[in-house]
């Protein structure tokens, strides 16, 4: 990636439209990419020092070793191969219809250690909250779950984990069900509704895992949104109805979680208290701004089934 970055930047030189690129590769840099890019950012144009000078604070330390292999088109892997992929958690992470997870991927990667985390980044450029799966590997969500747990690159972690941002929010809760993980975490999640993408997507499955008829979920959902985007916390409630969720709310009033706002301590916080590790700047409290979790119970006697 790394060479296609620097190869695209050449022809571009000072154009207007680098910022296009900037905004492309946070969307799939590691923390040891953009490092090695600030290795050189003397010779780079001024928009992209620019660019990288506003990388510092969130690289503090030692990058994490992650190192990306395209698995499709559409879906990426981050491992560290210095630890083995039985010790370590797979993170299933579901991309909005920006194709990002609310931030710079490097950010959050350089927030997991990479030695308890692999991360499966998956986009959905149909914007069609992955209804239609992930062409061509697969074209539904099952599907798409299927083709995961087939993969050799994935199978046999420690744990799975369903992480995903707005568009792809519930559908991590739908994965995450299906495939029985651990936890699946939504940020700004919603149901789909949305006419204009709906219209070009797949025809909506009639059996949805976000159901009542689901009545021993294993897995625990976690649901995060910022205490003042209504239609957010409204769509959570809604959910919370017919399946036992945990509410983390946290400071603003966007339906994008504030994660930009943050320094590298916070967002490390933030991810620990979600992801369940010990975190060196602040363990697993949240942090002051935040309003505490609460646990909500379901309504497992709606529905039969």
């Known amino acids: 990636m790394i060479e296609d970055f620097l190869q695209e930047l050449s022809r571009r030189g000072q154009e207007r439209g680098i910022w296009r690129l900037h905004r492309d590769a946070e969307n799939l840099l590691t923390p040891l990419e953009v490092t090695a890019l600030k290795g050189i950012k003397g010779t780079l144009p001024a928009p992209t020092q620019s660019w990288l000078e506003k990388t510092g604070p969130y690289l503090k330390g030692a990058p994490q070793g992650y190192l990306r292999t395209r698995l499709s088109e559409q879906i990426d892997l981050y491992s560290d191969p210095a630890y083995q992929r039985a010790d370590k958690q797979l993170v299933i992470a579901f991309c909005g219809h920006v194709n990002r997870l609310m931030m710079p991927l490097y950010r959050m990667l350089q927030c997991l250690p990479s030695r308890l985390f692999d991360l499966v980044l998956l986009r959905d450029s149909n914007r069609a909250y992955f209804l239609n799966g992930v062409p061509p590997v697969a074209d539904s969500l099952p ?5 995961l747990a087939a993969h050799p690159k994935l199978n046999a972690p420690k744990s799975k984990l369903c992480y995903g941002t707005s568009g792809g929010a519930f559908t991590a809760l739908r ?23 709906i219209a070009h997507a797949a025809p ?21 949104y910022s205490a003042g985007c209504e239609y957010d916390r409204q769509a959570t409630e809604q959910l919370a109805r017919i399946l036992s969720v945990e509410q983390l709310v946290v400071p603003g009033v966007s339906h994008h979680v504030p994660f930009m706002e943050l320094n590298a301590e916070q967002l490390e916080a933030f991810f620990a208290r979600i992801f369940g590790f010990e975190s060196a700047t602040g363990g697993l409290t949240p942090s002051a701004n935040s309003v505490a979790p609460q646990r909500l119970s379901g309504r497992p006697e709606v529905g039969t089934g």
Do not use: N, Y
């Open 175 to 197: 994965a995450g069900i299906l495939m029985k993980a651990e936890q699946a975490i939504s940020v700004g999640g919603r149901f789909h509704g949305h006419p204009a993408r």
């Open 204 to 224: 909506i499955p009639a059996f949805d895992p976000l159901c009542p008829c689901f009545r021993d979920v294993s897995t625990k959902l976690t649901c995060v």
């Open 143 to 147: 599907a798409l779950i299927d083709w």
